[in-house]
T-cell receptor, first 117, second 116 residues
Framework: EAGVVQSPRYKIIEKKQPVAFWCNPI?????LYWYLQNLGQGPELLIR????????DSQLPKDRFSAERLKGVDSTLKIQPAELGDSAVYLC???????????????FGPGTRLTVL | AQSVTQPDIHITVSEGASLELRCNYS??????LFWYVQSPGQGLQLLLK??????LVQGIKGFEAEFKRSQSSFNLRKPSVHWSDAAEYFC??????????????FGTGTLLAVQP
């Protein structure tokens, strides 16, 4: 079974430029998460999708960050414009959440390392 | 507020020695607890998890962890460390929303170095 796929793995941009990250979850996983991991820190949740619906985006900085999961499968996270402080690793994870039951374990992709110059 | 504390930022052990990584959590309800490992340039790999039942849980790669409610701890152990265990280890608590554990709160991680 293929794991969570993310691309690109690395991205270097200048500040004020836009950037997008792509994630394809494990097949059959209806819940998808985007996390931000700063250097020397644990991941922090940005947004969680159940199918197409963003059910928890309370930590997403909506002035510059946006995300979508139009068909309930793959997802894109965008930053526009990027700032120096956005340099970090952006992790995608997925899990299976049966209706009305506890979510299964989250499985993580390799992440996208963003450097903003 | 919910939180996870990993008191040791960096630990160095000799290959073959035993290992214990500490994790303490703050959460009002029964927690779901996880240990993940992250190798350089890689995503997080699940080592083990505790949802309920036996408080001593076995994971992959010879790791185990023990849930101690009285101490709010979930320490990770391995009896004999291998050089390939060098990585960063993250403890996480899954918030229990009516049976769903959709939000993970991570600690800051412990970086493990293994000496030959």
């Amino acid at each position: 079974e293929a794991g969570v796929v993310q691309s690109p793995r690395y991205k270097i941009i200048e500040k004020k430029q836009p950037v997008a990250f792509w994630c394809n979850p494990i097949s059959g996983h209806n819940t998808l998460y985007w996390y931000l991991q700063n250097l020397g820190q644990g991941p922090e949740l940005l947004i969680r999708y159940e199918n197409e619906e963003a059910v928890d985006d309370s930590q997403l900085p909506k002035d510059r960050f946006s995300a979508e999961r139009l068909k309930g499968v793959d997802s894109t996270l965008k930053i526009q414009p990027a700032e120096l402080g956005d340099s970090a690793v952006y992790l995608c994870a997925s899990s299976r959440t049966p209706p009305g039951l506890a979510s299964d374990t989250q499985y993580f992709g390799p992440g996208t390392r963003l450097t903003v110059l | 507020a919910q939180s996870v504390t990993q008191p040791d930022i960096h630990i160095t052990v000799s290959e073959g020695a035993s290992l214990e990584l500490r994790c303490n959590y703050s959460y009002g309800a029964t927690p779901y607890l996880f240990w993940y490992v992250q190798s350089p340039g890689q995503g997080l790999q699940l080592l083990l998890k505790y949802f309920s039942g036996d408080t001593l849980v076995q994971g992959i790669k010879g790791f185990e962890a023990e849930f101690k409610r009285s101490q709010s701890s979930f320490n990770l152990r391995k009896p004999s460390v291998h050089w390939s265990d060098a990585a960063e280890y993250f403890c996480a608590v899954g918030l229990n929303y009516g049976g769903a554990t959709n939000k993970l709160i991570f600690g800051t991680g412990t970086l493990l170095a293994v000496q030959p």
